[in-house]
């Protein structure tokens, strides 16, 4: 009886802690880009889902495998990608906003080890409800740009 007491306020436990954590934003598909040896910068992407009736924006993130993380876009500029520094991504109400090569990102600076496929690193996101998130993102390689695209030349540089 008293075992069962114990068992069943563990749960209560661990359901009120998942709850908190995902109050506003769920995230789906998190990874970051495995990088070649020496380079210091990676890119972290994933799809970040609201389900609140209020926009909220990721406004900050950090990680303890990077010196500096960023929040960045891609602008197509007469035609040439480049990355801007945003201050915030915004997610809509009861919508969706999705990170991914040559769009918005999470730019990881300053890498303190090569990141290889099969690693994880832990990530932090926090949002504007003053809610963080802290993930643990698989690294994965990715292709740039979109799937089905040529893997001619296209290589994008930061
Ligand atoms: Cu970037």
New binding site residues.
Partial sequence: MIKSLLKQSCILATLSLSSIALAEVSVEDAYARAVPPGQMIT?SFMTLKNTDDNEVALVAAESSAAKAV?L?NHINQDGVMK?RKVEQINVPAAGSTVLKPGGL?V?LIGLHNDLTEGQEIDLTLKFSDGSTQTLTVPVKKAMDGMKGHSHGGGHHH?
């Fill in positions: 890119a960023e960045h990355m990102h730019m930061h």
